[in-house]
């Protein structure tokens, strides 16, 4: 009975399980009877141009595919019912449309994809046309938010890291006990930079000492760069070109940052921006302090990094009176003092072997104003202006160097925008004097420069694929008579991947006793005669750019650009003197001729980027036989390896740049190096934690070289060449409230 009942039970679970089987069976056949095919054709949502090699997907699962040169994509086995499709490509927000199977027709599905908020947002303002990147005859290069925000994180105390990571340009250290810095673009020394913020000319001349280290970032939305003559557009001082620093504007959200820097050689930096816009009414501030201990890296009795303490305070505040009337209203003070020199003597352990030391005490104070009137919901009528007052107290155990410069900048503008024209014309007032207070030099520097300028350039887009932007300016100084500055810049797009800049202009650059040699010598004998000319230099650009799909996630984009500029005139300091601690400026019976071209890659796959620049420069000095321009890199080479995982806010990078051999003022060549840096960031919550090494390789000129040389209490500084301050590694913390 026992058994005959287990068999019965047995058969009934045998048929249960056949009959489950024929269900499994009948049910996966209708399934795969069941698959679809589906097929789109991805385009651009502006330009409405297909993309090719965009990718879609099915949500869910591994089912997808790429499209092809002509945008067109297919997908099979895709179940019935309602499903949903992930449609990608790199620079454009993703896209997720549902879609009901069986469609109702097999005709290919048109999808538009946007571009990224940070790529169709682009808007430059340098170029005083304010239009997007992409439609502009002049190239101009941006640091957006997002690079901003990362350099940022690895050197919160100031721009000089900011700057000398970009394409072209090259922070070159002129005091070895200061730490004082320049820049160089394409290889000019850097008084013929001009560097601007939100368009204002507020760090020329003598400001121009201590600009790079008294600027932190992190009040910046973007960073324009224009290389070439840009004298049209803003004046004097802007033969190699413009740096223009954009600030952040109050949003509809609040910002409030707070960053804490430390470094392994005794520096703190301690920042924060806050920004709201509240109805009518908007305000931002930053603030920062920043503090450095002296080392003597070296071991040679001479600081390599310098002691200081700065303080930094800019407010800002936004009234918008209506839609139509907009008025900013500006702030920017800080203080610093910098000491370097002889270990012993800074640490007031003076004898007759150690007494040198260099102090420089600065005060910078700057408002500006701006107010913009919006004519007819299109054109734009604006007038700004700033002042500023730099004090700056230069003292050594042998001399004391002491000057006050007021500089002031006012504009009225005006801005026509019509179908196929951006228009703007307008005239400013620029005034520059310099006053010294207390000297040991034996020949005052005192100068007063006022020049008027008019303007006027148009942004003309002729056909779809040719634009023009013609531009002229007359400015007229009082003591240097007039100077007339033509431009032209062309732009043609062959098609939407590939396209030509072109553009030439005039430039000029009024004589100043602050320079690179002067910083060099502390201003003990200076020689500037009122007899000097002004500088005239006439220069051409040409760069084409390719951007293009590789395959799926691989995006590639070159950028090939080439430069010529000659200087007429160029002001110099006599060689004979500088070996005695004396600058004797004079008119070179001459040219300064410099050529070269630059080659940028940058490759996309999925969470990585890789960047990597070439610079071939060749600054001949026309007026002493076509020596080489001291202190250029004729080979420079600039590459970035970064990784972001934005969903769980990581963030690294590996950087190597390499710098060909220079000459000195000599005629000596120096030897050839790398520096290699590293970082990481990681995101958790409203905090980011930053790690960085820069110089791993701990290159230095004193390895080199012994650059100390003279009686040791009035030293001699060679040239400077490479890095002094060696390895050094950073700790960041930075709080985001909102």
Known sequence: MKHSLTDGSTRLFTQKRRLFLVVVFIGNLSILFAQNTFTAIIKDEDTKE???????????????????????????????GKQTLVFSYVGYRKKEQNFTFPLKTPEPVIVYLEK????????????????????????VEVLGNEEVVEETGISP???????????????????????????????????????????FPAYGGFASGLSLLQIPPLDLKQVEIIKGSASTLYGSDAIAGIVNLISKKPGDEQEFSILLNLTHKGGSDISSFFSAEKGKFGFTLLTGFNTQKAIDVSGNNFTDIPQYNRVVVIPKFFLYLNEDDHLIIGLAVSYENRLGGDVFAIKNQVDAMHSFYENNETKYLSGNVKYEHEVKDRDMFTV????????????????????????????????????????????????????????????????SHQTVGVFSQDNWQITEKLSLEPGIR?????????????????????????????????????????TDDAERTRYQNVIFSDGLKAEKSMGVNLDFTFKTPLFKELFLTVNQAFFIVQIQDPIIANLDSLPYQTVFYEN?????????????????????????????????KKYDDDKPLELTPQNRITSTLAYEDEDNGWKAGLEAFYFGHQFLEDGTKTPDYWLLGASVQKRIGHFTLVLSVENMLDVRQTRYENIVSGDLNNPVFSELWAPLDGVLGNFVLKFNLF
């Open 50 to 80: 297909v993309l090719p090699f965009a990718n879609v997907i099915l949500k869910g699962t591994q089912i997808g595919g790429s499209a092809d040169s002509t945008g067109k994509v297919t997908i099979e086995n895709i179940p019935d």
């Open 116 to 139: 990224s908020e940070e790529l169709q947002t682009v808007t430059v303002v340098s170029t005083r046309t304010n239009n997007r990147i992409e439609d502009i005859p002049t190239r």
């Open 157 to 199: 105390g100031n721009i000089s890291k900011l700057l000398g990571e970009t394409s072209g340009i090259n922070v070159q250290r002129t005091s070895a006990v200061s730490g004082n810095v320049t820049f160089r673009i394409q290889g000019l020394p850097g008084k013929y930079t001009q560097l601007l913020k939100d368009g």
């Open 384 to 447: 700004r202006g700033n002042i500023t007052n730099y004090n700056r107290v230069l003292k050594t155990n042998v001399n004391v160097f002491e000057g006050n410069q007021v500089t002031s900048f006012s504009e009225i503008s005006y801005l026509v925008k019509a179908k196929k024209h951006h228009w703007v014309s307008g005239v400013n007032f620029y005034y520059d004097r310099f006053l010294q207070t207390k000297t040991g030099n034996s020949f005052l520097l005192d100068y």
């Open 474 to 514: 007359y400015d007229y100084n009082l003591n240097n008579r007039g100077f007339f500055l033509p431009r032209l810049a062309v732009m043609y797009k062959f098609v939407k991947q590939f396209s030509a800049r072109l553009s030439g202009g005039l430039g000029y650059k009024l004589p100043t006793p602050f």
């Open 588 to 620: 070179a019976g001459g040219k300064l001729f410099n050529q070269g071209l630059t080659t940028n890659i940058r490759l996309s796959l999925d969470d990585f980027t890789l960047y990597v620049d070439y610079t071939l420069i060749d600054a001949r």
